[in-house]
């Protein structure tokens, strides 16, 4: 049963680049969350999709957008980088119909130079 | 507003001692979840336990435990005979029952890195 998986594992960006980032979720779940970890932070939410839309989203501007696939994958993609937008990516998955439990993805480790 | 706060940045104990981690939360639902990660150097977080804001039982699987107090509003998670396998950052989050359909926002504590010494 294949947990979460995301890729890349690490990304080294520029300002002001584009960049994408890619979840399959855990095999049965319909359901993908972003989410944004700072060193030394907790994660903080971006958005969550559902049935290809987004149903929720966190405080974060618009350079940040996502998709879902009809295969239920994601992707999340940051436009014109700023050095801030350096951090840890996690995504993570759960079964609409199913306990209300998240479960994560090792992460994209970006990098902002 | 959802918040959690962990108020212990770092604890560092020696192995097979007892450890308590603290997890303190505020939110106007009151029906809520509340959960523990783990999350090793790997980055991975790792599901621990999922308890509901109606179910104020203690609960215990193997060495951890976890001590639930609606009246206090907190959430504490105690790890006994800890192993240095034990060692990571971990967790605390909150959500709301789901209002939007297929919306599930988890709101994170900052997280209590743990270190056991041999």
């Known amino acids: 049963d294949a947990g979460v998986t995301q890729s890349p594992t690490h990304l080294i960006k520029t300002r002001g680049q584009q960049v994408t980032l890619r979840c399959s979720p855990k095999?049965?779940?319909?359901?993908v969350s972003w989410y944004q970890q700072a060193l030394g932070q907790g994660p903080q939410f971006i958005f969550q999709?559902?049935?290809?839309?987004?149903?929720q989203r966190g405080n974060f501007p618009d350079r940040f957008s996502g998709h879902q696939f009809p295969n239920y994958s994601s992707e999340l993609n940051v436009n014109a980088l700023l050095l801030g937008d350096s951090a840890l990516y996690l995504c993570?998955?759960?079964?609409?119909?199913?306990?209300?439990?998240?479960?994560f993805g090792p992460g994209t480790r970006l990098t902002v130079l | 507003a959802q918040k959690v706060t962990q108020a212990q940045t770092e604890i560092s104990v020696v192995e097979k001692e007892d450890v308590t981690l603290d997890c303190v939360y505020e939110?106007?639902?009151?029906?809520?979840?509340l959960f523990w990660y783990k999350q090793p150097p790997s980055g991975e977080l790792v599901f621990l336990i999922r308890?509901?804001?109606?179910?104020?039982q203690n609960e215990i699987s193997g060495r951890y435990s976890w001590n639930f107090q609606k009246s206090t509003s907190s959430f504490n998670f105690t790890i006994t005979a800890s192993q240095v396998v034990d060692s990571a950052v971990y967790f605390c989050?909150?959500?709301?029952?789901?209002?939007?359909?297929?919306?599930?926002?988890?709101?994170f504590g900052q997280g209590t890195r743990l270190t056991i010494n041999p």
């Open positions: 999709y559902y049935e290809e839309e987004e149903r």
């Open positions: 939110t106007r639902d009151t029906t809520y979840y």
């Open positions: 989050a909150l959500s709301d029952v789901r209002k939007i359909q297929g919306a599930q926002k988890l709101v």
């Open positions: 095999s049965g779940h319909d359901t």
């Open positions: 993570a998955s759960r079964r609409l119909a199913g306990v209300d439990t998240q479960y």
């Open positions: 308890r509901n804001s109606f179910d104020e």
